[in-house]
């Protein structure tokens, strides 16, 4: 049996909080639910409403609907405005002008809303529903209607609330879609409310829909239990975007009807394959984070931690996996930590293309001396879940053949602060005191900054550190006479300057240990550049790869300046394609920093010796 799909993303989506969608958006998301995922029904928005949504329905014309395979498109409105006619209602002249095949219209259902909301009487909304309805009919469109808070509206009123999707129906609207607006209700009141609705129309040819909000986190249940009362079209959003808290997730609901309940959901398993990268496609256009705990399509759905499930799903994936991954285009990954058995990291390792023999007495030794050695530094602050280049150069390590690419012997990072004094036209600067500036200043030869660097005397100064300009002594004793440089900000101003360097001992391969040296915009800037100096020659691959993300974290905040830092460096290997992450900890931010920086490095030269094609990180 088929349920209809019913994405409401571009509608109910865009009114969560934080979402908000170019007209091209809607396109390029209204073409991907199409043409990926094959949903029935895409509601694109309320023409009504507002600028953007009628031109977005103009555009479709052209740009979407010619090209739909699947969906039928879906303007959204409301019933007329009470005490007036559908044909001076602006609104409904708006939803006519975008021309979709379905229509569907927004209905006062709960009796205390009519009166309190609506500000009319009972009799008068039951006029709005059928006079709209015919209305749109009368256009020759397919006809929804939703009936906004129905389960509440059934509570408070039941004989009301039946009346008003009868009016509806006597209208010929063809679907009737049962809103639980306020998610408040459970899945049991959905079951018997809709069931009781089905009943009553059961001799007409009207189908149900739901339509449910997650404010209790039960959209999703809410949806599946109105589905078994035969309600067979619903409605959702694409990663459980809409108003407040949300819609019902479609990423979920989808796969749920599908695969577990026997549904068919969309067309082909296929597109349920799509399911996936249509949710992060969706989450990239809205530019709204990846949430990786998402059931089904999050990076988290199949990621496995725990020894035990790890150990079993090696022997067999049904053991801690509900279904193959792969069905809706997710895949299955092991996590390294403390929890960690000897399968994790087996499994890592392998997953990083390396070399394993779990058979082999003095292999599986090594794996045990891996594992401890993961749970010790984890206790000292590591964490491995992200950082497997680390675990993989802990492996490469622990092989009696391994030698290391280089060897970092030692280092030394040097900051400070100097205080310069900036003119903003040719003049000159002094160290300390502006009255020594000339003094200073003729002691120099021409070109030379004050402060030991160098420059062309022929470069105009336009401010940054003092030089001795060719207009030389007379300059200087000029302005620092007739002025106080260091309070008269027009003509020059004194700043703090902070400036590092790092001095490295490095041995590389064979060759004798080498000096060398680098400024740097902070420490670990500092060394980076010494170590490229320093190897770059030796290893013109490392020029590829670089520094793309560092994350430090305090991990003993009681402790404050003495407590543990852990640090996560990320690197782009951008001649392979590939991004890897290390990790460190220690009580010094910088050694911490230093030792994840040469993980980085060595995994890179490492990667070299195996097939980096599969390395998966
Ligand atoms: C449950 C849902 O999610 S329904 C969809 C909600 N989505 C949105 O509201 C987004 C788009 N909305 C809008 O752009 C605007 O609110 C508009 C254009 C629809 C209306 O704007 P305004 O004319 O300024 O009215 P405003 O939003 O302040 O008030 C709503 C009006 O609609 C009336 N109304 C509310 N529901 C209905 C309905 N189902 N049928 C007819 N009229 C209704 C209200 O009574 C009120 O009219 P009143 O002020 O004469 O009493
Ligand atoms: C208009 C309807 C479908 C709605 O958004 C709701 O009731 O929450």
Sequence with gaps: MTIQIYDTTLRDGTQGEGISLSCQDKIRIATELDSKLGVAYIEAGWPGS????????????????????????????ATRHKMTRCETDPQLAALLRAETPTVTIVAKIWDFQVLQVLGTTLEENLSMIRDTVNYLKAADR??????????????????????????????????????????????????????????????????????????????VANSIAAVRAGVTLVQGCVNGYGERTGNANLMSLIPILQLQLGYKSVPSMEHLGNL????????????????????????SAFAHKGGLHVAAILKDPRSYQFIDPSMVGNRPRVLVSELSGRGNIQSKLRSLNLEID???????????????????????????????????????????????????????????????????????FTPEDPDDAGEEALTKPLGQELFGGRR??????????????????????????SHDLARDPSVAVWRNETHTHAVIKVLVRDAAPTLECAEGNGPVDAVNRALRRALLRPCPQLEYVTLEDYKVRILDSESATAAITRVLVSFHDRKRGIRFTTVSADTNIIVASVNALVDGLEYALHLDQVNSAQVAV
């Design 358 to 428: 779990d058979k082999d007495p003095v292999w599986r030794a090594r794996i045990s001396q891996v594992l401890e050695r993961v749970k010790s530094l984890e206790n000292k602050g590591f964490t491995f879940e992200g950082a497997e280049a680390s675990l993989a150069m802990m492996w490469r390590r622990a092989s009696p053949d391994y030698s290391a690419p280089f060897e970092l012997l030692d280092f030394s990072v040097y900051t400070g602060n100097k205080r310069v004094l900036f003119v903003n036209h040719e003049g000159c």
């Design 50 to 77: 507002n600028p953007k949504d009628e031109r977005f329905f103009q555009r479709a014309q052209q740009e979407l609907l010619p090209h739909l395979h699947h969906a039928k498109l879906v303007a959204f409105g």
């Design 456 to 481: 062309d005397p022929a470069e105009p100064l336009t401010g940054g550190p003092l030089f001795v300009t060719p207009s030389g002594p007379a300059s200087i004793t000029a302005l620092s006479s």
């Design 142 to 219: 397919e006809v929804m209607l939703d009936a906004e808070h129905f389960f509440d509206a059934f509570r408070s009123n039941p004989t009301y609330a039946m009346r008003c999707l009868e009016a509806a129906v006597e209208a010929g609207a063809d679907v009737l879609v049962l809103c639980d607006t306020n998610g408040a209700a459970t899945p049991w009141d959905i079951e018997q409310t809709a069931a009781a609705v089905r009943l009553h129309f059961a001799s007409n040819t009207v189908r149900l829909g739901i339509h449910c909000h997650n404010d209790m986190e039960l959209a």
């Design 276 to 299: 996936t990268s249509v949710s992060r496609f969706v989450d990239e256009v809205a530019n709204r984070p990846h949430v990786p705990w998402r059931p089904f399509v999050g990076e």
